[in-house]
C-alpha cells in the first residue's frame, strides 16, 4: 500500500495503524513522492491526500489514469461539499473519505476496494434473495442502455460513456435489476462490500455523477430515487 499525507501527526498514525491491521504501508509526504514511489513500486492500493503541497492527491490520481493505471485509489479529503467530492470521483478515485474520519472506516473502504479487484481477497456480502447473481453474460441491455460487461465499456444509444470502476460496477447493477427498486443497503453491500449506515453520502454522491454521465436533453432521466429506500433504473 501507497499512503501519501503531508500531515506528519496524520501520516505516523494512519500507518502505525495500517501496518498493525496487517498491510505493508510505504508513507510519503507529498505528490512528487507519491508519483515516484508508485512508478517504482506499483501497490496494491493508494490512501492519498486531496490537500498537498506541490502536486495534490487530484494531480496524481489524474496522472496515474492518463497512464492507464487502474490500482484502486482512496481519497482523504477534508472538504465536505458534494461538488468537491465529485472532483476527487472525476479524476479518478473509486471512494473517499472525509476528515476528521474514524480508522475503522478507512479499515472497511480499503477491504471493499480490494475485494473488488482481488476475488480471492474477501467473500462476497450476502444480498436479499430479490437481487440475482451477477452472471456471466457478456452483453446486457436495459431503459435504453448497454453494457459490455468483460470490455467494461457503456453506451446509452450511440454515446458511449466514460466511466469509472465503481460507476461502471454500480450501473451494472441497476442494469441488471432494471425496474426493481434496490435499497441502500444492497446497493452499498453489492458495491462496496460494507453497508456504511444511513449517515453516508457515498452513494449519493455516486448516482448523482453517474446521473451527470447518463441524462441527456429532451430523454427521460433513467436512474430514479424512491424516497427513504433507494434508487431503481427505468426509462418513464
Known sequence: MLLAED????????????TLEGYQVTAVADGVEALAQAHRTPPDVLLLDVMMPGIDGLQVCRVLRAEGDRTPIL?????????????????????????PFDVEEVFARLRALLRRTSPDNGAVADVPKEVPPVSADRQIEAAGLRMDVQARRAWRGERELEL??????????????????????????RIW????GPGSKNLAVYVGY?????????????????RGVGYVLRED
Do not use: C, W
Request: hydrophobic letters at 45%; glycine letters at 6%.
Open 164 to 189: 469509472t470502476r465503481t460507476e461502471f460496477e454500480l450501473l451494472e447493477l441497476l442494469v441488471r435489476n432494471a425496474g426493481i427498486v434496490l435499497d441502500h443497503s444492497t446497493i452499498y453491500d
Open 75 to 99: 481519497m482523504l479529503t477534508a472538504l465536505v461539499e458534494t461538488a468537491d467530492r465529485i472532483a476527487g470521483l472525476d479524476a479518478g478515485a473509486d471512494d473517499y473519505v472525509v476528515k
Open 7 to 18: 500531515d506528519r501527526a496524520i501520516r505516523h498514525a494512519l500507518e502505525r495503524a495500517l
Open 193 to 196: 462490500g460494507y453497508d456504511f
Open 210 to 226: 453517474l446521473r451527470r454521465k447518463l441524462d441527456e436533453p429532451g430523454a427521460p432521466q433513467l436512474i430514479h430515487t424512491v
